[in-house]
């Protein structure tokens, strides 16, 4: 028995706003934009992807699962995402760590790394 990673399905309150911000923010395409499920890849045959389904409440704590990124330039990366929308979120971090922690427009918290060391 095999199991292929398809994608994660991310809840939200306006799906296709919020897919549209992802595939923005990760330079990923849109393979699927019904309003109930908008669904983004790397690449249209490439997985996983991000599936945005919609859901009637809102986000209230802190995800339970969130998403790592590592760019080359943590710093510039940071302030593209801010300028796209992202804001900065505290989930607790004591303020040394070597991530930055921000938050999607809809709340969902995401950590950008600190480039590679080679």
């Known amino acids: 028995m095999a199991l292929e990673w398809e994608q994660v399905v991310v809840d939200a309150a306006d799906p296709v706003a919020l897919g549209r911000w992802w ?4 330079g990923w ?3 699927g934009d019904a309003p109930d499920e908008f669904e983004i890849r790397p690449e249209k ?3 996983p992807g991000l599936l945005f389904a919609p859901v009637p409440e809102g986000k209230t704590v802190k995800n339970r699962l969130h ?5 080359d330039d943590q710093e ?3 302030a593209r995402l801010l300028a796209l929308g992202a804001r900065p979120a505290d989930v ?3 303020g040394e760590e070597s991530w930055v922690t921000l938050a999607d427009p ?3 918290e995401f950590c950008v790394l600190a480039p590679r060391r080679r």
């Open 23 to 26: 595939a923005e923010a990760l």
């Open 29 to 31: 395409v849109v393979v």
């Open 45 to 47: 045959e490439r997985l």
């Open 67 to 71: 998403l790592d990124f590592r760019p």
């Open 76 to 78: 510039a990366e940071v």
């Open 92 to 94: 607790g971090q004591s």
């Open 106 to 108: 809809e709340g969902n």
